[in-house]
């Protein structure tokens, strides 16, 4: 099952801004009641609500689709997690996840404008398979942890270089405002599973190529782990890295510029597709 977060036309009767849908094919199916993926995520019965769902539909094709999951409680992201990223940054595999966070204010949707910041000129793509929660838990033994997994999506974690490495803590380069594209759709765990290919391309020209199976640390490891440390929620997203093939990893080294187009894919999961556009 495919779920998104479609954003209504001004003037519809329901008054609403957003709703969350159901992908059949071509076809999108609201759901009614609930804003957005994340709001369905939190109704313990949600993936009940979904299939059966028969309300108002849409065209997919030309769709104006936020985010996935808007509002997010924690965007916990993960460092150094694809051996051939690992290698191309210089550093060693690691021995424990290397996790920093992002607000929700980051987010847009797969569609969206991609927003370069005034204030940097090092702006660099990463590729990286999503993982949404979709039932709480803390402490979650890694055997029992994709119970707690409702499924995948696609995200680019943007990076603003300069401002990443001015400190040994990365968050201020991580987080910029509408800089990180996310979806199109949550696919539910029953029809995907990690290992098709993942890449990224500039106007065209492939920089990252890699299976999402290729990862030091797993979506069931990271569950279980980040849930060691915080109780993990319903609508929660883990971005489990980036493999090799980054634009600041290469000589000379390669930043995204005003007018390109950034274009994220996973097989089975769908693509982002974002025009860069200097911020205003």
Same mark, same amino acid.
Request: charge should be negative; glycine fraction near 10%.
């Given at each position: 099952?495919?779920?998104? /977060?479609?954003? =209504?036309?001004?003037?519809?009767?329901?008054?609403?801004?957003?709703?969350?849908?159901?992908?059949? #094919?071509?076809?999108?199916?609201?759901?009614?009641?609930?804003? !957005?993926?994340?709001? &369905? &995520?939190?109704?313990?019965?949600?993936?009940?609500?979904?299939?059966?769902?028969?309300?108002?539909?849409?065209?997919?094709?030309?769709?104006?689709?936020?985010?996935?999951?808007?509002?997010?409680?924690?965007?916990?992201?993960?460092?150094?997690?694809?051996?051939?990223?690992?290698?191309?940054?210089?550093?060693?595999?690691?021995? *424990?996840?290397?996790?920093?966070?992002?607000?929700?204010?980051?987010?847009?949707?797969?569609?969206?404008?991609?927003?370069?910041?005034?204030?940097?000129?090092?702006?660099?793509?990463?590729?990286?398979?999503?993982?949404?929660? #979709?039932?709480?838990?803390?402490? @979650?033994?890694?055997?029992?942890a994709a119970g707690h997994i409702a499924g995948y999506s696609v995200l680019n974690d943007i990076s603003?270089?300069? *401002?990443?490495?001015?400190?040994?803590?990365? &968050?201020?380069?991580?987080?910029?405002?509408?800089?990180?594209?996310?979806?199109?759709? &949550?696919?539910?765990?029953?029809?995907?599973?990690?290992?098709?290919?993942?890449?990224?391309?500039? !106007?065209? !020209?492939?920089?990252?190529?890699?299976?999402?199976?290729?990862?030091?640390?797993?979506?069931?490891?990271?569950?279980? *782990? @980040?849930?060691?440390? @915080?109780?993990?929620?319903?609508? !929660?997203?883990?971005?489990? #890295?980036?493999? #090799?093939?980054?634009?600041?990893?290469?000589?000379?080294?390669? *930043? =995204?510029?005003?007018?390109?187009?950034?274009?994220? /894919?996973?097989?089975?999961?769908?693509?982002?597709?974002?025009?860069?556009?200097?911020?205003?």
């Amino acid at each position: 099952m495919k779920l998104l /977060t479609l954003r =209504l036309p001004a003037g519809t009767g329901s008054g609403k801004s957003t709703t969350a849908v159901r992908q059949d #094919g071509e076809t999108l199916t609201e759901i009614p009641g609930f804003s !957005d993926v994340g709001a &369905l &995520l939190q109704d313990p019965n949600w993936e009940t609500i979904a299939k059966d769902a028969n309300s108002a539909t849409h065209a997919f094709d030309g769709a104006d689709l936020a985010a996935v999951v808007p509002s997010p409680g924690k965007i916990i992201c993960v460092g150094h997690n694809y051996r051939n990223h690992i290698k191309e940054m210089g550093r060693d595999v690691p021995e *424990y996840p290397t996790l920093f966070a992002k607000y929700a204010e980051s987010l847009i949707g797969p569609n969206d404008d991609l927003a370069l910041p005034q204030e940097s000129d090092t702006v660099d793509w990463e590729a990286e398979l999503a993982v949404v929660i #979709g039932k709480a838990g803390r402490r @979650i033994p890694e055997a029992e942890a994709a119970g707690h997994i409702a499924g995948y999506s696609v995200l680019n974690d943007i990076s603003m270089r300069d *401002y990443q490495f001015r400190t040994i803590q990365w &968050l201020q380069g991580k987080t910029w405002e509408k800089s990180t594209p996310f979806g199109p759709a &949550l696919v539910t765990k029953d029809e995907f599973t990690p290992g098709p290919l993942m890449t990224s391309a500039v !106007d065209g !020209d492939v920089q990252q190529s890699t299976p999402t199976s290729d990862l030091v640390f797993t979506p069931e490891y990271l569950v279980s *782990y @980040i849930s060691t440390i @915080i109780t993990l929620n319903p609508g !929660d997203v883990i971005a489990t #890295g980036t493999p #090799g093939g980054v634009g600041h990893a290469q000589n000379p080294k390669r *930043y =995204l510029q005003e007018g390109q187009v950034l274009v994220t /894919t996973i097989e089975g999961l769908g693509q982002l597709t974002n025009r860069v556009v200097k911020e205003a």
